[in-house]
C-alpha cells in the first residue's frame, strides 16, 4: 500500500478497510472500476452511497494544498459506473489562480479515462461556487447528484440556480461529449504526438484555442492534460493545471519532472502559452516545448 493512504485507511471501516487495501498498489492513482466497486460494497456489507462516502478520505490523500494545508476529496461517479478521485492541488508561493479544486481534479480524472457522464459527485466540503459553475459545463450538469458528509444529497441544481451555461452561449456540445479537432503537423516525437491528440480532445468552444499539455518524467512516463474551458470563463481548468494534478494523483513529485510540451491551436482568440510557461516554472527548472498547429 501506498505510504499516503496509511493515515487514511485507518479512518474506515474495519471490513472496508481490508477490502480496499489489495486495490491501493504502487500503480493506484485513484480509479475504482464498477466491479471492483461491487465488491467494495459486497464485502463490507455497506450501500454504495455508504461506501463512497467513507472513501473520500482516501481521495483526500491525494491533494497537495502547501498554502491552505486544507486537504479536500472529491468522487465522480461516470454513467460507465466507474469512480474517480481527484483532490485539490496549490503550488506553493505562486498565485492562487493556478490551483486546482477537487472537483476539477475528479471530473479531468474521468474526462481524461474516456467517461462521457458524470452523474454523482462526492465530495468532504460543500462545493465552492467555482465548482459548481465547472460542473455546470459538464453534460446535464444540473443533474448530477451531489453527495456530503452528514447531509442530504441533491442535485447541482440545487445548489446553482438559475444557472448560466452553455446553452447561453449557443454551445450545444458541453464538456465530456466526445469530439475531435484534427491538426496539420508532421511529428515522429511520441510525445508531441500524445499531446496532439489530446489537443485534438480539449474543449474550447467559446475562443476555440484547442490545446494540451503533456509531462514527461525521468523514467519515461507521460502525465497529459487538456484544456477546458467554462462558459463563465475563470472557472476554465487550463492544461498545464490538469496535467500536475494528474501528474499527483499517480503520486510523482514535480521534481521528476525532465520534459513539458504545449501544443495550442494557431486559431484561437488567446494564447495558453504565458499561463503554462508560469505554472512549469514554479515547479520545474526547466522550459517549455510551445508548438503551435494550424487546424485542417
Known amino acids: 500500500m501506498q505510504d499516503r493512504f496509511i493515515r487514511s485507511i485507518t479512518q474506515l471501516p474495519t471490513p472496508l478497510a481490508d477490502a480496499l487495501i489489495p486495490l491501493l498498489h504502487q500503480g493506484f492513482a485513484g480509479h475504482i472500476d464498477a466491479q471492483q466497486l461491487a465488491e467494495l460494497v459486497k464485502s463490507s456489507n455497506m450501500t454504495e452511497s455508504e461506501v463512497l462516502l467513507a472513501l473520500l ?26 469512480i474517480y478521485m481527484g483532490a485539490n492541488l496549490e503550488l506553493s508561493g505562486e498565485a492562487l489562480f493556478h490551483s486546482v479544486h477537487a472537483e476539477q481534479s475528479a471530473i479531468s480524472h474521468a474526462w481524461l479515462s474516456g467517461e462521457s457522464q458524470i452523474v454523482d459527485m462526492i465530495v468532504n466540503a460543500s462545493p465552492c461556487g467555482h465548482c459548481r459553475q465547472f460542473m455546470n459545463e459538464l453534460v446535464d450538469g444540473g443533474q448530477i447528484k451531489i453527495h456530503l458528509p452528514s447531509q442530504d444529497s441533491h442535485l447541482l441544481s440545487y445548489y446553482l440556480p ?5 446553452k447561453d452561449l449557443n454551445v450545444q456540445s458541453p464538456l465530456l461529449v466526445k469530439r475531435e479537432t484534427e491538426f496539420a503537423l508532421d511529428s515522429s516525437d511520441p510525445m508531441v504526438i500524445e499531446a496532439l491528440d ?11 484555442s484547442y490545446g494540451a499539455v503533456v509531462l514527461e518524467t525521468a523514467d519515461g512516463a507521460t502525465y497529459c492534460g487538456r484544456y477546458a474551458e467554462n462558459a463563465a470563463f475563470n472557472p476554465s481548468m487550463l492544461p498545464m ?17 525532465r520534459r513539458a510540451v504545449l501544443v495550442e491551436s494557431s486559431q484561437g482568440k488567446i494564447s495558453l502559452v504565458g499561463a503554462t510557461m508560469d505554472a512549469l516554472h514554479a515547479v520545474a527548472a526547466i522550459e517549455l516545448e510551445h508548438i503551435v498547429v494550424d487546424p485542417i
Open 57 to 82: 478520505p482516501i481521495a483526500a490523500a491525494l491533494a497537495k494544498p502547501p498554502i491552505s494545508e486544507f486537504y479536500v476529496g472529491a468522487i465522480a461517479k461516470g454513467k460507465s459506473g466507474d
Open 241 to 257: 493545471q490538469m496535467a500536475l494534478s494528474n501528474l499527483t494523483r499517480h503520486n510523482r513529485d514535480f521534481a521528476e519532472i
Open 198 to 208: 489530446h489537443a485534438g480532445l480539449s474543449y474550447a468552444p467559446y475562443t476555440q
Open 162 to 166: 438559475y444557472a448560466f451555461g452553455p
